[in-house]
């Protein structure tokens, strides 16, 4: 007796095929989903690093804003503490401000800056390098209303660019912003600003007495070049991003991308609003209130107008925006990012 093996037929095996492919659908689409959610959190993960990152160079251009390093441009409780010297300066962003040296917050891109699409506000931090010239001599003349200095004279140890537009004038307890000043006169062995008042520089002394200084605070001014950094957002050949741009009193470097996963980058600032807060007196309440750059920048809002001599620290938020097919994540980072008092 023969015995016969029965098969699938045609039907059984459509159904089988059918029955299959569903659970091999099921199988690709549920992975698909896992390997895209695991793109997604990859994503994610990148651009909290590079909030992160972007955030710990900013800070460190922040705190280091000044002379000094963490030595605050705006705890000052008098006007005489910075001194602005000269108006012009031979680069179109430093034009944006020459009442202030420091950390300030900038709404729109400077007339031939180049800066297209811009989206966020510029950052701009100044500060003095760490290579100094010494003062070796300096002369007084008697100002308008103030006794100023005419002459001064520091060693030449060749540490600074002598043919830089901008300079830090730094002593202990003094700011000036020489910008526009000109190339100071080297000999080899000293360089000599000269007929300041002349051309107009004053550069007030405190204590004067017979037309001698006795204020030793002028004896520790040290020169120093001024370096300008400017941070925003914007898009550079087709590409957005994080960008920096750095002045050295000298040139202008070209954008740097820093990352083009940062979508926004915004100010807010913490100022005193009283006159002369007494910082060595824990028992005196001053009065404090945070303002937005359009805030310090516009009039109607008298407590914040101007007032960019009182910051005490700059609150500084990043975002980043990751997207997912039709769907779009934010994420943001702030600090708040003080000096000493």
Known sequence: MKHYIRGFNLIELLVAIAISASIISAIVFSYSNLFSGYLFNNTKIDAQQSLKLAMSMIRHDIQNAGVFGSFSLHNMSATSMYNSIGTSCGNEWCTLDTAGVGVVGISSAPSGSGISGLTSEILRVQYGTNKVNYLTAIESMVCASNNCI???????????????????????????????????????????????????????????????????????????????????????????????????????????????????????????????????????????????TSEMNNSVNSRCFNRWGRVLSVIITLTSSVTNGANTTTQAISDNIGWLR
Do not use: W
């Open 150 to 292: 005419n002459r001064m004279q520091f060693n030449n140890n060749g540490s600074i660019d002598l043919t830089a537009s901008s300079y830090i004038l730094a002593s202990a307890n003094h700011l000036y912003s020489l910008n526009g000043i000109g190339v100071p006169t080297a000999d080899g062995t000293s360089v000599v600003f000269s007929n300041l008042v002349g051309a107009n520089y004053f550069i007030q002394i405190e204590s004067q007495s017979s037309g001698i200084i006795y204020d030793p605070d002028q004896y520790t001014m040290q020169l120093m070049n001024l370096n300008t950094k400017y941070y925003y957002v914007a898009t550079v050949n087709g590409q957005s991003g994080l960008y920096v741009v750095a002045f050295n009193g000298v040139s202008l470097s070209s954008p740097a991308l820093i990352s083009t996963a940062i979508s926004s980058l915004s100010l807010r600032y913490i100022i005193y609003t009283t006159s002369s807060p007494n910082f060595n007196n824990s028992s005196v309440n001053d009065s404090y209130t945070i303002c937005t």
